[in-house]
């Protein structure tokens, strides 16, 4: 199943629980938006909505930093 967009967004803002604008291409972890909790909550959310289990050597920068990265990695993954 598919991500949306929109919803994976308000996700991310309602985790970060701050006034701080998010969009597709706002780090979240490299730049310590998120923490290690919220990485938990996100993988939850994510497996939870787009059906995909994600292994731990998948929770990389490279595939969780940023939505978009989210978006394409499940897109390639599911």
Same mark, same amino acid.
């Given at each position: 199943?598919?991500?949306?967009? %929109?919803?994976? +967004?308000?996700? @991310?803002?309602? +985790?970060?629980?701050?006034? !701080?604008? *998010?969009?597709?291409?706002?780090? +979240?972890?490299?730049?310590?938006?998120?923490?290690?909790?919220?990485? *938990?909550?996100? @993988?939850?959310?994510?497996?939870? *909505?787009?059906?995909?289990? @994600?292994?731990?050597?998948?929770?990389? +920068?490279?595939?969780? %930093?940023?939505?978009?990265?989210? *978006?394409?990695? @499940? !897109?390639?993954?599911?």
């Amino acid at each position: 199943m598919k991500i949306k967009n %929109d919803d994976l +967004l308000t996700f @991310i803002k309602d +985790l970060m629980q701050s006034d !701080e604008p *998010v969009d597709m291409d706002s780090t +979240l972890f490299s730049d310590g938006a998120l923490d290690s909790t919220a990485m *938990v909550n996100l @993988i939850v959310y994510v497996e939870g *909505v787009s059906g995909t289990e @994600i292994r731990p050597d998948q929770v990389t +920068l490279e595939n969780f %930093d940023t939505p978009s990265r989210i *978006v394409d990695f @499940i !897109e390639n993954h599911a």
